[in-house]
Every structure is written in structure tokens, then in C-alpha cells.
């Protein structure tokens, strides 16, 4: 199985700054690679498939990148409903793993 | 609008077999991949089962083969997800997903939550 390892866990953030979230594959996985953002009590939701697909919907301060094992989150201009947490997965082969997850808060 | 509605959670007792259903609307069921996936109470996320379109492949995390089994009815726009010999570690809430052509997951339930617990 392909195990999915986030970094960091958790990290702390202001509005209106950049945070960066990182993704690395046990095995190259090329760029099936999705993001998903997840707010207590609620489903979670797509952001960014294929490593750099921008979801329709979802605003344009939100960016992915990378390929083969490592991978990249970037959230620019924060805003107040982007505090949340963030899982990494892959749908390269079966099972499709993602992340331990990386919870974003306010600092 | 494009929706999933899973029901069929509950509390259940350790070794029971409920069965969940997703019922889908606003887009064509039938040409999608669908999948279950749950999440431990505090816990991140874990795909549990994926089937095809027309149900002739399924695939399942290797914690739930034999156990669980997935399966759609296209004429009623529903999935299903047979549960069986349970254990306190199935406890979670468990989302239904339409699945992409990159095997994402672009659309979600809003989930329902199976106890395991006597």
C-alpha cells in the first residue's frame, strides 16, 4: 500500500499570509495526487486534483504542485474561512490512502 | 443541484450487519465511479470501497474485505454498503463520494454515522 505522510500536523496562521502544506508518497505516484479541505462536523471537500487542478469553485489563492512523490499545498492571502484541515490523497492504485490530515488554525 | 444523501447509520451492536445507503440526484449516476469512505470519531480519513460504474469491479481497504461489500442500484440512482461481523473499530461516520475521472472524490455526502457498541 502507498502511505501518504503530511507535514507539518498542525500549524498556526494569520489572515492575509501564505502557508504551505506538504504531501509526500511512499512510492512514486505521478500526479494523481488530491487535496480536500475539511471544517468540523462537515464533509470534506475537493480542492485541487491531479497535484495542480484547481477544483471549479474554489478561489484562486489556493494552488497545488509537484509530482512522482512529493507534493505541495500552497494557500496565499489566507481569509478566515480557509481555517480548517487539509488532507493529502492519492488515487494512483488501490487502497487509495490519504493523509494523517494537517489541521490550520488562527494564530 | 448535485447531491448525495447517505442514511442507514445508527448504534449497533458488536458482530451486526446494517447496511447504508447513498442515494444520488442532479447528475448522471450511472457514469460514475462511486465510493464509501469513513472517519473515526477524532480521526482523519479512510477509503473504504470503490465500484464501478456498471458494478463489475469493486475494490476494498483490506481492513473491511469479507466484511463489507459495496454495491449500486443505477435504476434507483442508490449505492449501498452491506456492513457485517462489525467491531468497535468501524465506528465512524461514513461518507459516500462521487468519484472523478482522476479517481478524485469531487462530491460528498454529508455523511452517517454508524456506533459500533453493545
Known amino acids: 500500500d502507498i502511505q501518504m505522510t503530511q507535514s507539518p500536523s498542525s500549524l498556526s496562521a494569520s489572515v492575509g499570509h501564505r502557508v504551505a502544506i506538504s504531501c509526500r508518497a511512499s512510492q512514486t505516484i505521478s500526479n494523481y495526487l488530491n487535496w480536500y479541505q475539511q471544517k468540523p462536523g462537515k464533509a470534506p471537500k475537493l480542492l485541487i486534483y491531479t497535484a495542480s487542478s484547481l477544483q471549479s469553485g474554489v478561489p484562486s489563492r489556493f494552488s497545488g504542485s509537484g509530482s512522482g512523490t512529493d507534493f505541495t499545498l500552497t494557500i496565499t492571502n489566507l481569509q478566515p474561512e480557509d481555517f480548517a484541515t487539509y488532507y493529502c490523497?492519492?488515487?494512483?492504485?488501490?487502497?487509495?490512502?490519504f493523509g494523517q490530515g494537517t489541521k490550520l488554525d488562527i494564530k | 443541484e448535485v447531491q448525495l444523501v447517505e442514511s442507514g447509520g445508527g448504534l449497533v451492536q458488536p458482530g451486526g450487519s446494517p447496511r447504508l445507503s447513498c442515494v444520488a440526484s442532479g447528475f448522471s449516476f450511472s457514469t460514475y465511479w462511486m465510493s464509501w469512505v469513513r472517519q473515526a470519531p477524532g480521526k482523519g480519513l479512510e477509503w473504504v470501497a470503490n465500484?464501478?460504474?456498471?458494478?463489475?469491479?469493486?475494490y476494498y481497504v483490506d481492513s473491511v474485505k469479507g466484511r463489507f461489500t459495496i454495491s449500486r442500484d443505477n435504476a434507483k440512482n442508490s449505492l449501498f454498503l452491506q456492513m457485517s461481523s462489525l467491531r468497535a473499530e468501524d465506528t465512524a461516520v461514513y461518507y459516500c463520494?462521487?468519484?472523478?475521472?482522476?479517481?478524485?472524490?469531487?462530491?460528498w455526502g454529508p455523511g452517517t454515522t454508524v456506533t459500533v457498541s453493545s
Open positions: 490523497q492519492q488515487s494512483y492504485s488501490s487502497p487509495f490512502t
Open positions: 463520494a462521487r468519484v472523478g475521472a482522476y479517481y478524485d472524490m469531487d462530491v
Open positions: 465500484i464501478k460504474q456498471d458494478g463489475s469491479e469493486e
